[in-house]
């Protein structure tokens, strides 16, 4: 397995060619980008740390071959004007009660069989949480022994990943995939306790939590049906 330093550095020059478009007027700027920044590392990891030289050559060759999932968050568009209009320190509830409903959309994704889509929202949910969580860390911290709303928020969004990661109808393939995009996701922004068992059960295919959201999940179901005044 790749340290920390492998993966944030084979996410900066692979991070291109991922996230840009085959008809994109920049994809060929991209690949030479990529390319150029790629050869650096290359030599740097040649150089550094000779004996993870070949897993990163492996890692090049499987991401080159791999038709990965497709990651294009579907709820974006939604997204983005809550993280720009709420959570200012005037309306501190506000990105709290706008977030709320997600968990359960993308849950319902899942019992759909929309595997891929659900996870894409999901990362790109804690890519925001995750700078949030650099801009505002006051929102993430605990108060008088009560969980912050935001901490929440990423604990609600966990259990729906665990019900993908474990769900023995996901493919090998999208579970693979899951595990790398979420070591990218902590390469670039160390969002996760590493010392957390919950961090190892992320890359379980297997994990105790698949097919049981707990009370956990009965509580938030209830405060959703209080914000929408069922």
């Not at 700078?131 to 259990?159: G, N, W």
């Amino acid at each position: 397995m790749l340290n920390e330093w492998e993966i944030d550095g084979y996410y900066e020059c692979y991070n291109w060619l991922l996230h840009c478009n085959e008809e994109s007027p920049e994809k060929d700027k991209a690949v030479e980008s990529a390319n150029r920044v790629l050869t650096d590392f290359l030599s740097a990891w040649r150089r550094k740390a000779r004996d993870v030289y070949e897993d990163v050559l492996s890692l090049m060759a499987y991401c080159a071959q791999h038709q990965f999932i497709n990651m294009t968050p579907t709820l974006k568009e939604r997204i983005d004007p809550d993280w720009k209009e709420k959570g200012t320190d005037e309306d501190k509830e506000g990105l709290y009660n706008s977030l709320l409903p997600y968990p359960m959309e993308l849950y319902k994704m899942f019992q759909e069989e929309k595997y891929e889509e659900a996870f894409a929202n999901i990362y790109y949910l804690f890519q925001r949480l995750s700078d949030l969580d650099k801009r505002r860390p006051e929102m993430f911290r605990h108060v008088d022994s009560y969980i912050p709303k935001m901490e929440l928020i990423s604990d609600l969004l966990r259990e729906v990943y665990f019900q993908i990661k474990g769900c023995p109808d996901v493919s090998a393939d999208i579970k693979s995939d899951m595990d790398f995009f979420l070591l990218v996701l902590q390469g670039e922004h160390q969002y996760f306790a590493e010392n957390d068992s919950r961090w190892d059960d992320m890359f379980d295919d297997e994990n105790r939590y698949y097919d049981h959201l707990g009370d956990f999940w009965e509580w938030y179901v209830e405060r959703l049906r209080q914000v929408k005044g069922e």
